[in-house]
């Protein structure tokens, strides 16, 4: 058990629907990070918050936004859901003592979403 | 930009004898951190070793250790004595920190540990 939880763990969900992900980071930890991970674009990056603000952005769609709240957890928000959206998405978090420092990511157990 | 190549799509070894995983990676970057991480079919993303680059010791983490050639920007993996419970996933990542703190990834190498 990393520490890190994320739900729901399944998520079915129809086209054009929006859905929420929610993640808790370890006790402590400062950043926040989301990850994609599909069969045709392996592991990637989406977005990464670092105490209630927004760090570094990779290849996240218009349609995806974030937030982290003040007591550090964060929710991604997915709207007007395509097929191609159907993937495992981690959150991971990491203490970053010190903002840029370089600290081991853990992991939560993924949501697997399936847009039908 | 940085990226991470792992040439090996799929590798097999039997259980006991030792096998190795290959992970090149471009930087341009002097300070920087690269992991080696575990997928197994539950999905959990597992950390199993991490080597940072100022460090010229290779890590070892028990049955696990790198090989890591800073000059040729490789970065392997050795699992010794395989067991059934290896198989999995295996995943090279690299960080360097500073304003993009995230992970970059390689496509993956699915090992497999025969009886």
């Known amino acids: 058990d990393s520490g890190v939880t994320q739900t729901p763990k399944h998520l079915i969900t129809a086209t054009g629907q929006r859905v929420t992900l929610r993640c808790s980071p370890r006790s402590g930890d400062l950043s926040v990070y989301w990850y994609q991970q599909s069969l045709d674009q392996g592991l990637q990056f989406l977005i990464q918050?670092?105490?209630?603000?927004?760090?570094a952005k990779g290849n996240i769609l218009e349609r995806f936004s974030a937030q982290q709240f003040p007591d550090l957890h964060s929710e991604l928000n997915l709207s007007s859901l395509e097929l191609g959206d159907s993937a495992l998405y981690f959150c991971a978090s990491s203490v970053e003592i010190f903002p840029g420092a370089i600290d081991e990511q853990f992991f939560g157990p993924g949501t697997r979403l399936t847009v039908l | 930009a940085q990226t991470v190549t792992q040439s090996q799509p799929e590798m097999s070894v039997q259980e006991a004898e030792t096998v190795t995983l290959s992970c090149t990676y471009d930087?341009?970057?002097?300070?920087?951190?690269l992991f080696w991480y575990k997928q197994p079919p539950s999905r959990q993303m597992i950390l199993v070793i991490r080597q940072e680059a100022y460090k010229q010791q290779n890590a070892t983490e028990n049955r696990f250790s790198v090989n890591f050639q800073k000059a040729a920007k490789s970065f392997s993996l050795k699992i010794s004595d395989s067991q059934l419970g290896d198989a999995a996933m295996y995943f090279c990542a690299y960080n360097y920190g500073g304003s993009q703190g995230n992970l970059i990834f390689g496509k993956g190498t699915k090992l497999s540990v025969k009886p």
């Open positions: 918050y670092y105490n209630g603000e927004e760090r």
């Open positions: 930087t341009s970057e002097s300070d920087y951190y």
